[in-house]
């Protein structure tokens, strides 16, 4: 792992991430090492980490949809930005506010970045 000014990051790539909610047994880590190095597997690897039963799991080279999913609304920002993705964010940008956008504060910005 390697450092920056902004912190530790590591140097690469990342594919099919997946978190779980225990530590996996040396075996499972083993299966799912031989499993995705392996051309010729017999199980699919999503299959083999679904029997893991990861909290969230990510293919990450899927490449993009072929359209957004539609979003919802679980905050506090009112029927204004149900169903909207918001355009596009970039950091310290300023945010929707009221009275267009209800629910969100006066001084509304994107993350800092």
């Known amino acids: 792992m390697a450092t920056s000014a902004e912190g530790n990051f590591a140097g690469g790539a990342l594919d099919e991430v997946a978190i779980y909610s225990t530590v996996l047994t040396p075996a ?23 029997t893991s039963a990861p909290k969230g799991y990510w293919k990450l080279d899927d490449g993009a949809p072929a359209a957004k999913p539609a979003p919802g609304n ?36 994107s993350w800092p970045g």
């Open 74 to 109: 679980s905050g506090t920002a009112g029927v204004a930005w149900t169903d909207d993705y918001g355009g596009d964010i970039a950091p310290a940008m300023d945010g929707p506010v009221p009275p267009e956008n209800p629910g969100f504060p006066a001084d509304n910005k």
């Open 28 to 50: 499972q880590i083993l299966a799912h090492y031989q499993n995705g190095t392996n051309a010729s597997r017999s199980t699919p690897y999503a299959s083999l980490v679904q």
